[in-house]
């Protein structure tokens, strides 16, 4: 599989550059906008096969998903593959309902459609969305963060640190 | 560093089947260090030509500390470990044993555990099955064995989890459909095997198959090292040459010449053992290393040079 960036931190993301073909028992997707090229593209193929689940326009929230298919999600046999078609939001807080129903990591695709990704700050705990910018003033405490590649996949962000050692607070950004 | 070594007195031994034994071994003050379900011991066996070390599963219930117990299956073509452990050792022997490490834990996050024993495979699910009871865990039981021979506990397992339990004794041609099993499988399951290499290449087929990911499937292989042929191994380093029998591994031939290599499972599948090797025509027999690995390294717990042939360790 292609990969975006070969030097990486371990800890960050790899995301499918192209849809993968795969022998499996059962494909689901999971597409949070049926109007991408990308979700176009994946709708495409995996209807062509014969047993795959399509799910569009999901409705989410941060780890909160449609019940029906954290559902689906744990009643699929072993042998089966998920791709997760969204931005970095959608699909890390889909990956969280697919973790905890037993999915594996080589069992899932990841196809980011874009750039909006969530930021940890580790001074405050303050988890908000962030597009490809690498400073940013954490919306709780007001701290100016320097985000790193370093990814948690349990929190489904990138972390976010005090970007001027000489200005730890919030509150007295110039 | 190698763990330091622990003195137990062997406090009970049980015939279970014509070939299979457990023994129970004790402290000899106190209690004996914690351990978690899976785990194994390493025994060092005094036979009468040289100290045999073999790891052993450890089947009792992880909450008791108070002494460990573990079965052996007397091999036919034993190297003298199992034979050892079944003619030369009666209670109130002394033996000494390594602190339990653990090569075979069930997977923190499955959501259902599928455990497959052949014969004297059974024993580290014995451990596990103590914690799962205690811990609420979802899990079945399929055990294959040949009745009256290695159906060790069979009884004792009909009675605690009967529910849990399939059984398959082959003497009565009943078999166990691996495929149906792996087929009907909910993500989150997690399979692992203990039994005969047929059994683990057999669920390894299913699986495949079935397109299991790799990541759900464990195992252990509790056989040993394979004989083999003689062959030579020079250590560039020590400049020491050894001759390695045919019925000795190449670690008890390093260990013989008071050569320490840190060891785990002694059966090819830890990687602690694994040993860069100069020049020679390697025989590999372990689970661990990779293709690209192998070219360098090898695994001298099970791992041998080629029929009459000489290889160069950087030791």
């Given at each position: 599989m292609?990969?975006?960036?070969?030097?990486?931190?371990?800890?960050?993301?790899i995301y499918a550059q192209s849809i993968p073909q795969l022998d499996v028992r059962v494909l689901i997707s999971i597409i949070q906008d049926a109007d991408h090229p990308k979700a176009i593209e994946l709708v495409s193929m995996v209807n062509a096969l014969p047993s795959s689940r399509v799910f569009t326009n999901v409705k989410w929230e941060a780890g909160v998903i449609?019940?029906?298919?954290?559902?689906?999600?744990?009643?699929?046999?072993?042998?089966?593959?998920?791709v997760l078609c969204g931005d970095e939001r959608f699909i890390w807080s889909c990956w969280s309902?697919?973790?905890?129903?037993?999915w594996l990591n080589?069992?899932?695709?990841l196809l980011k459609t874009e750039h909006v990704r969530n930021l940890y700050c580790v001074h405050c705990g303050q988890i908000q969305p962030?597009?490809?910018q690498a400073e940013v003033i954490c919306q709780a405490c007001q701290v100016k963060l320097f985000v790193r590649d370093h990814f948690?996949?349990?929190?489904?962000?990138?972390?976010?640190?005090?970007?001027?050692?000489?200005?730890?607070?919030?509150?007295?950004?110039? | 560093m190698m763990s330091s070594m622990i003195e137990v007195e062997v406090t009970k031994v049980k015939q279970l089947t014509d070939v299979i034994r457990e023994f129970t071994l004790s402290p000899m003050e106190g209690a004996l260090p914690g351990f978690s379900s899976g785990s194994h011991i390493q025994l060092h066996l005094p036979t009468s030509h040289r100290v045999l070390k073999k790891a052993y599963s450890l089947l009792s219930d992880p909450?008791?500390?108070?002494?460990?117990?573990?079965?052996?299956?007397?091999?036919?073509?034993?190297?003298?470990?199992s034979r050892f452990m079944h003619e030369g050792l009666s209670e109130g022997d002394h033996l000494h044993i390594t602190p339990p490490s653990n090569l075979f834990a069930p997977n923190s996050s499955a959501r259902h555990h599928l455990l497959i024993a052949g014969g004297i495979g059974i024993t580290p699910f014995l451990s596990y099955l103590a914690e799962f009871q205690r811990q609420s865990k979802s899990y079945e039981l399929h055990y294959a064995y040949r009745g009256g021979v290695t159906d060790a506990y069979v009884t004792d397992l009909r009675q605690a989890f009967s529910a849990k339990l399939h059984t398959y004794d082959s003497n009565l041609q009943q078999r166990l459909d691996l495929d149906q099993l792996l087929s009907n499988q909910s993500v989150g399951t997690h399979v692992y095997v203990c039994g005969p290499e047929r059994l683990r290449h057999s669920v390894q087929e299913a699986a495949t198959k079935n397109a299991w990911s790799p990541s759900r499937i464990h195992w252990e292989a509790f056989s040993g090292a394979e004989p083999g042929q003689a062959f030579q191994v020079e250590l560039a380093r020590l400049n020491k040459t050894l001759e390695v029998s045919a019925d000795e591994s190449l670690l008890e031939a390093l260990e013989a010449s008071g050569v320490e290599i840190p060891n785990l499972c002694r059966g090819g599948v830890c990687g602690q053992c694994a040993?860069?090797?100069l020049e020679g025509d390697v025989d590999h027999r372990d689970a661990f290393l990779s293709q690209a690995d192998q070219s360098q390294q090898l695994m001298p717990c099970v791992s041998r040079g080629m029929c009459g042939s000489r290889i160069v360790l950087d030791l």
């Open positions: 292609e990969t975006e960036c070969q030097n990486r931190l371990p800890s960050q993301p449609d019940p029906s298919l954290k559902d689906a999600l744990q009643k699929t046999p072993v042998g089966s593959h998920l309902v697919a973790n905890q129903a037993g080589d069992e899932m695709t962030i597009t490809t948690s996949q349990r929190l489904g962000a990138y972390m976010g640190v005090c970007l001027d050692a000489n200005q730890p607070y919030g509150g007295d950004v110039k | 909450a008791d500390t108070s002494s460990y117990r573990i079965a052996v299956r007397l091999q036919e073509h034993s190297k003298g470990g040993t860069t090797y």
